[in-house]
């Protein structure tokens, strides 16, 4: 059904420190993992993804890890930048399934 | 450069009227989708295509039509049927997931609707 207004989590992070955006997933047959992007009034980045044959992948400044177990997936930025302020979304999808699925998204906010 | 492009970026709609969103891709993408993403929220799919002339609901596809006539193209029209329309609609492409194997999608920078 039609899903009612929410607010957003917010993480507020100092300039320079690292930050940790988490997602729990929904659906234990997911096989492909992404995190995206998405600042005010754009559409969504991609940023990097992660297989489910894999634990951890790291990107330039980015680390995805990956917790099969209790479906758990953690964005890590490190040394946060202001540019890095943003809406951050994990999506999940599966190989034999055309659809992607998207997490509620959380607000990042760097505070220089 | 190849892309998505989206048009217009803004869109006002009377009541009783029908509007048609533009999304136009570049990149050879098989896959299009389209998204509607609500303040605060996440996105929810509302309709997807994975090959020229075949098309797919979604999960919100009530008062939503589209088209694939083309590979480039996947036009969204929002009906008079979609009572509540005001919302960011994102359109995204990616490569067919059998002639690549999972990969990210690529998006648009939307198009903001909102009833007049």
């Known amino acids: 059904g039609e899903s009612v207004g929410l607010h957003l989590p917010t993480l507020s992070v100092q300039e320079g420190d690292n930050s940790i955006i988490n997602c729990a997933y929904s659906?234990?047959?997911?096989?492909?993992f992404i995190w995206y992007k998405q600042e005010s009034g754009k559409g969504p980045q991609f940023i990097i993804d992660i297989r489910s044959n894999m634990d951890k992948r790291q990107g330039q400044r980015v680390t995805v890890l990956l917790n099969k177990t209790v479906k758990h997936l953690s964005l890590q930025i490190a040394a946060t930048q202001p540019g890095d302020s943003a809406v951050y979304f994990c999506a999940e999808s599966k190989t034999s399934y055309d659809k992607v699925i998207f997490g509620p998204g959380t607000s990042l906010s760097v505070i220089p | 450069d190849g892309g998505i492009t989206q048009s217009p970026k803004y869109l006002f709609r009377k009541e009783g009227q029908n509007v048609t969103l533009s999304c136009e891709q570049n990149l050879n993408h098989d896959a299009m989708y389209w998204y509607r993403q609500d303040p605060g929220q996440g996105l929810r799919l509302i309709y997807y295509s994975q090959i020229v002339n075949d098309f797919q609901k979604g999960d919100i596809a009530e008062g939503y039509s589209v088209s694939r006539e083309k590979k480039e193209s996947f036009p969204l029209t929002v009906t008079s049927a979609q009572k509540n329309p005001t919302a960011f609609y994102l359109c995204?492409?990616?490569?067919?997931?059998?002639?690549?194997?999972?990969?990210?999608?690529?998006f648009g920078d939307g198009t903001r609707l909102s009833i007049l």
């Open positions: 659906n234990s047959a997911s096989d492909y």
């Open positions: 995204a492409s990616r490569i067919r997931k059998d002639r690549g194997g999972n990969q990210p999608q690529h």
